[in-house]
């Protein structure tokens, strides 16, 4: 199962029924920029990393969430990549350009 059929099958309908999406005031924004790229000097960026999923309530961002294909072992995640932008880096939560 690729990263597609992960979300459409498992995740999406997960967080409906968690409310996301459905409560006054929750919201997921997919594909939300959380860092706009390692610096590579002479004034050019690296790729932006983007969270596959932004949860906001009441425009307060409370997480994210990273879909992997069903049999990518949790190992080989970005969990702890984006778990440290999400503590420390200035571009997270809504600092960023692009919103």
């Known amino acids: 199962m690729n990263e597609a059929e992960t979300r459409a099958d ?6 409906k029924a968690a409310g996301w999406g459905v409560v006054d005031g929750s919201r997921i ?4 920029p ?4 390692r610096i590579e000097g002479h004034g050019k960026r690296g790729k932006e990393l983007t969270a596959d999923y932004l949860l906001e309530y009441r425009n307060t961002k ?3 969430v990273e879909a ?9 995640s970005s ?5 440290w932008y999400a503590t420390h880096s200035s571009t ?8």
Do not use: C, M
């Open 92 to 99: 997270f939560p809504g600092k960023t350009t692009r919103q």
């Open 79 to 83: 969990f702890v990549s984006y778990t």
């Open 34 to 37: 959380i860092t706009l790229g």
């Open 62 to 64: 409370l997480g994210i």
């Open 10 to 15: 498992y995740i999406d309908p997960a967080l």
């Open 68 to 76: 992997k294909a069903w049999d990518i072992p949790k190992h080989k």
């Open 29 to 32: 924004r997919r594909e939300y």
